[in-house]
């Protein structure tokens, strides 16, 4: 009774500094295996790893039931949910259906302050590619991203894409980000600009689409080319 009580708790918390580096932190060692896929966690546990009392947990805990990484279950505790191909690839999925849409709809609404936005962000992502800065990389393509979302003026969408944003980059961060990746990425972003500069919805919905569709089919890759590794490590 009283773990269910620690846990229903979470519900009332509000997000802190602290619960927010813990989460990112939980996040991290569940992606990376050090927290087991389907094994139980607990507030001692988490508050004992990370040094850091139950509060921040419970805190973190939310956050990351609301990714879909945590199961939350009444009399039962928490349990770390699988991060698996299959989990990725439905991700990536809805991702795929509104990140067309919002490009669509930011092609109709954006304005010229918003390119020239793009186009800095743009110059920056090449500069940190040309020096192989892949950590910058992620934070800069999310902030290009950001602006397109912002112009499309839809905010709950805006909400479902974010939901799992920390989670695909901390897996891009694990898996390496590829040093042929940037290539593709600076092609994709200088025609989704174009096409929103020319108000072209039908072509920035294609061009974003595509663009989530090649990010889904190499992260994949990725993922499975680690997993090859690790087989054969450990045969």
Known sequence: MVKLVQFARMKKATPTTASIAICDRIRDDIVAGALLFGSRI???LLAARYSVGHMPVREAL??????GLVVLTPNRGARVRVVDIEFVRNIFD????IEAMLARRAAERIERSNI???????AEFETQARARNYAALLTINREFHSVINQAAQNHEAEVVIDRHRRLIAALWTLHGYGEDRPAGVISDHRHIIG???A????VAASL???HAAKAKQELIARMLASSLVT?????
């Open 199 to 202: 108000h072209d919805a039908d």
């Open 231 to 235: 087989s054969s490590a450990a045969a």
């Open 62 to 67: 939310r956050q990351l039931q609301g990714e």
């Open 116 to 122: 020239v936005r793009l186009e800095a962000i743009q």
């Open 208 to 210: 974003a689409m595509a």
């Open 195 to 197: 096409a929103l500069a």
């Open 94 to 97: 809805l991702r795929i259906a």
């Open 42 to 44: 607990t507030l001692d």
